[in-house]
């Protein structure tokens, strides 16, 4: 999916979103599972390990902050490498996971785009969950290392590519602490637009 920019052309800013819709039924059933309570985030941490792709992930122990915040939910919509951290969270510290048939079947990706639209928020390290919820049009926040990839830029809060998306980036390599403190500062005046009628 993430090489679909490149096939792209034109000026990616003329593109309109959602490009990508997931699938109604599918996406009834998932808000039926998940439920209606509380400021649903669903997050993703860990992308593959290549050596193109150091330093892009980060320990999901890093959304502490945000799990801290009054009527936050954390939903996991991390699959395979990264899933053994939920084992390891620290105390006091609760993230959903959605079960193991989610994404369980040859169709990768169609459980996440359908459980997405359930949620408030998508907070995720750079992977294929960003772009997913970028082009389905889900509000989505994120984390970026100091050198991010060649789509982000170095520089700015917004992205081309993805007009829902907001950029947060690390300000010193490796810190992602601040990263989260960040968005921890900004996420109930974000949730207060959101739910204000």
Do not use: N
Not at 60 to 70: E, G, S, T
Not at 115 to 124: E, P, R, Y
């Amino acid at each position: 999916m993430m090489s679909l920019l490149r096939l792209c052309s034109g000026d990616p800013l003329a593109a309109a979103v959602p490009y990508l819709h997931a699938e109604p039924a599918r996406v009834a059933a998932w808000r039926a599972r998940i439920g209606a309570h509380g400021f649903k985030v669903g997050i993703a941490w860990q992308g593959s390990t290549g050596a193109i792709d150091k330093g892009r992930s980060f320990p999901v122990a890093q959304f502490a902050p945000l799990c801290a915040l009054p009527g936050v939910r954390l939903i996991a919509l991390q699959k395979g490498q990264g899933l053994e951290q939920l084992a390891h969270l620290p105390a006091g510290m609760m993230i959903e996971r959605l079960g193991e048939d989610f994404d369980a079947g040859p169709d990768a990706f169609l459980d996440t785009a359908a459980a997405m639209q359930a949620l408030d928020l998508v907070v995720t390290s750079d992977t294929a969950v960003a772009h997913l919820a970028g082009a389905t049009g889900m509000p989505v926040w994120l984390a970026l290392k100091l050198s991010p990839d060649w789509r982000w830029g170095m520089e700015g809060a917004q992205t081309l590519w993805y007009p829902t998306m907001r950029l947060f980036r690390q300000t010193r390599h490796g810190d992602w602490t601040g990263v989260f403190r960040e968005m921890a500062a900004v996420l109930p005046v974000y949730m207060q637009e959101r739910t204000t009628p």
